[in-house]
């Protein structure tokens, strides 16, 4: 898919995914890259709990996505758990770009270049609107918890250290 003159192709393959899973609304620039959520939060003046990162684990070696609140660590005990007892690590560069075609920052919950089984913080749902990632860390897109759950048929789950 070639890069259309506005959207980077990394961007342009999120809102492909945005339409095919009935998504309405499209991704907006930050003026500064938001490779985390500190920055990503100051760039769209919200706090960083209402950062949806897309965090790329391995459950016994196969990928797995967790959207997490911004706001909290994941607890690797709780992911393990909502994966049957699963070995957890943290994916690395290649791992995440192989599994979701993204590169870390750009993690975007659709789009994916693999489905990926995926758990979705429960802590977002005190917010009327989150921000996820747009498939390029200078993009974001803003959506609500449900329609997170929806757009990735992901598992809302407690994930937050406590």
Known sequence: ??????????????????????????????????????????GLGITRAQIANSL?????????????????????????????????????????REAT?????????????TELPTLVDTALSEFSEVWSAGGHPAWVYRTTFDELVRMTGGVPTDVGEA
Do not use: Q, W
């Not at 690797?76 to 995440?96: P, Q, R, W, Y």
């Not at 993204?102 to 993690?107: A, H, K, Q």
């Open 56 to 96: 790329v684990f391995l459950a016994d070696g196969k990928p797995v996505l967790v959207m997490s609140s911004g706001g909290h660590r994941v607890d690797l005990e709780k992911i393990s758990a909502a994966f049957g007892g699963a070995a957890m690590t943290k994916a690395n560069a290649d791992d995440v």
């Open 101 to 113: 075609g993204y590169v870390i920052g750009g993690v975007s919950p659709v789009g994916l270049t």
């Open 1 to 42: 898919m070639a890069a259309s003159p506005e959207y980077p192709e990394s961007v342009e393959r999120f809102r492909a995914g945005l339409r095919a899973c009935g998504a309405s609304g499209d991704p907006i620039k930050l003026d500064e890259n938001a490779h985390t959520a500190a920055a990503a939060a100051e």
